[in-house]
């Protein structure tokens, strides 16, 4: 049962009535949703205030994943849920283990689709989830709340600074209005809602983008991305094997025929497969050199004295004449 006395988040900044939107339901179509527009600037600029915060959690973290550790991400409602896609992305993106990168949500898969929000109230349950998942000292934990206050978080955050895991803070109120146990701090000021109290408005948007930011990130540390490229994508569709064999044409100079050949050699995967392009090995001596040298492929191919040769960039569309375009 709920206590009807609870606790009082009204100076939260997210739950903070916005001055702007004061009249929004006496607003016109086309003013809200210019409204709306104006206000998720916001969501850009708290993130890039938090840079120095998240540069820190990707460095920390990538270090705990190169020694074999695990990220988890822990939240209820609208911040689990944001945790839960950013790590079913990392599988199909970056061909990264399931177990590697998981997300937590207080009341399990049924809340994806139907809200569990009580649940969040159980500081134990962070713990007890975690500790279903083999969480240990070797692992990172990225706690995700907007209002900083959620006890499932809060309980899986000291559950990690206890066993001497990485404890890392996602949330969009000030550290002096909600302080959360972290070794790590992200905070994400995007200020009151326009529909106040509603955090999967601007809240939800920042966070998504710092997840983004942050897996990303560490994706590239771990030397899953050559340059631009995600050469570690998982081949498991049309659309996918496409990009595979524009990546081989891009950056190794193959045609698509020669990059389906080199694809299938490879087993599917691309950075093998420019690896094989790069240096003529077969696939046995290039799997072995990556072992050795990798999982990187840059450090590989210097170690092997190759290079990859990029097609030449083709010349950009001419911006059709003013003239040309305008309808007659």
Known sequence: MIDSAGVDRGHLLTERPNPRSESLDCLDTPALVALFCANDLEPQRAVAAAAPALAEA??????????????????????GRLGVLDAAECPPTFCSPPELVQGLLAGGAPALLRSSEGLEDLFDAGRTDL?????????ALVGIAAGGTTPYVLGGLSHARAIGALAIAMACVPAGQAPMPCAIDIRLLTGPE??????RLKAGTATKMALNILSTGVMVRLGKVHGNRMVDVAVTNSKLEDRALRILRDLAGVSRDRGAELLSQAGGSVKLALLLAATGLDVEAATAALASHGPALRPTLAALGAELRPQAEAEPPQEPDAQDSAVS
């Open 58 to 79: 990707i460095e920390a973290i990538s270090e705990r994943l190169r020694a074999g550790g695990r990220l988890f991400y822990l939240g209820a409602g609208t911040s």
């Open 131 to 139: 500790e279903q998942r083999g969480f240990g000292p070797g692992d």
């Open 194 to 199: 326009l529909l106040t109290g509603s955090t």
